[in-house]
């Protein structure tokens, strides 16, 4: 009889399960998608994970990491916002990793309390790459003549339809450095007395999760459910919180369109696209 009585009960007044809100980020991590892609970026996940910290009787928020990478900018943005929500909404973060949580998808894993990783998961990748794809003779194929005019010299450094300059790749390099530096300083300030003294931890090298938890990249091996089940009792309830979508289907706020400037120029660069995706995938066997 009691039973029945606490069935009837609004759920915000119920004592029987505990509550931890659940937040995806998975993808290759982007600013924008692109005409063949969507991508992993704050602005597609800020509102979902404002309503996961706002379940007030949650204990913990759950964050499920599933990144190769991509934009430090936007790791960073993302971390920043789930520790700054966890200091406002005073929550414990638990990340859990799945295939992979490797470069900027690791960043985005430091903002956990605790990393719980599969010991077949893939974690580490403490490094920056640049990469991309050059089309100096594409437009000559094409018949497309590109003009470009500029007040600068370096306006145009590193344009992919110009054959590369030394100079130019010597300055990307001199800003890799520098953001490597702060991607260091955040695995040491988060990481701090769980690291390893291995030098190769900042290498760019990457690890199954039973070798980062050896490393001090993480802080245990398992599951999410079990994982939460052995916290906080076999009631625990996972409620997915995701971000509402528009009436066609897109995120809101949605994605928008790589801008083109030709037609050819625009297949060209949804096609590098998808090829750097599958490239940052594959990278980690997946």
Known sequence: MAGFFRRMLPKRFRKDRVVVPV???????????????QSLNLAG???????????????????????PGGSPVQSRMIYNR???????????????????????????????????????????????VSGGFG???????????RRVY??????????????EKEKDIEYLKSLQLEIHKVFIDMVRERRAGK???????????????????????????????QELRKRFGDK????LVTTPRSLFGRRAPGI?????????????????EVAEEKALWGRYGL
Do not use: C, H
């Not at 996940?45 to 990144?67: T, W, Y």
């Not at 200091?87 to 894993?109: H, N």
């Open 236 to 239: 625990v309830k996972l409620e």
């Open 23 to 37: 937040v995806r980020l998975s993808g290759v991590i982007a600013s924008g998608g692109g005409p063949l892609r």
């Open 82 to 128: 789930i520790r700054d929500l966890a200091r406002e909404k005073e929550k414990k973060v638990l990340v859990f990793v799945e295939d992979v949580a490797a470069s900027g998808g690791y960043m985005i894993a430091l903002a956990g309390d605790e990393i719980i990783a599969d010991a077949s998961s893939i974690v580490g990748s403490i490094g920056v």
């Open 45 to 67: 996940v800020a509102l979902a994970l404002e309503r996961a910290f706002s379940v007030k009787a949650a204990p913990a928020v759950a964050i499920v990491v599933n990144s």
């Open 195 to 225: 690291l390893a003294a291995d030098e190769d931890v900042f290498s760019g090298l990457f690890w199954t999760g039973g070798r980062g938890l050896e490393l001090g990249l993480i802080d245990g091996l398992g599951d999410m459910r």
């Open 256 to 272: 928008s369109l790589s801008s083109m400037d030709s037609i050819g120029a625009g297949l060209a660069s949804g096609l590098a």
């Open 135 to 145: 089309f100096p003779e594409l437009l000559k194929k094409l018949g497309v003549e």
């Open 150 to 163: 500029t007040a600068g010299e370096n306006k145009v450094i590193l344009d992919p339809f110009q054959p």
